[in-house]
């Protein structure tokens, strides 16, 4: 069984930056790739950033390409985010999530941790 903790949400006002991290624990040897994810008030939830654990091959969503970086920790299953330029469109509740194998999708997922921006 696999563990995902989310940490850094907060709230900045528009133009500010913050980080997001996330560290897996348990049996994390075959996670396949990492990402965040965010789900507005009355959305459905959408991928923000993925990093393959592999390669490190990276995707990130139109709405935050050139804003956001995600990066791991090749010494443990951890992962980052840097958000940068935030805009109030950006509020949401991020969560992060791993993919078990490449064929599972993302199966296991944190607990979430709001971001706010605002003025």
């Known amino acids: 069984q696999v563990e995902l903790v989310e940490s850094g949400g907060g709230l900045v006002q528009p133009g500010g930056s913050l980080r997001l991290s996330c560290k897996a624990s348990?049996?994390?040897?075959?996670?396949?790739?990492m990402g965040w994810f965010r789900q507005r008030p009355g959305r459905d939830r959408n991928v923000v950033a993925m990093?393959?654990?592999?390669?490190?091959?990276?995707y990130y969503a139109d709405a935050v390409r050139g804003r956001f970086t995600i990066s791991k920790d090749n010494t443990e299953y951890a992962i980052d985010m840097q958000m940068d330029n935030l805009r109030p469109d950006d509020s949401a509740v991020y969560y992060c999530?791993?993919?078990?194998?490449?064929?599972?999708?993302?199966?296991?997922w944190g607990q979430g941790t709001q971001v706010t921006i605002s003025t």
């Open positions: 348990g049996r994390t040897f075959n996670l396949y790739a």
């Open positions: 990093i393959a654990w592999r390669g490190g091959t990276t």
């Open positions: 999530a791993a993919s078990s194998t490449s064929s599972s999708g993302y199966d296991i």
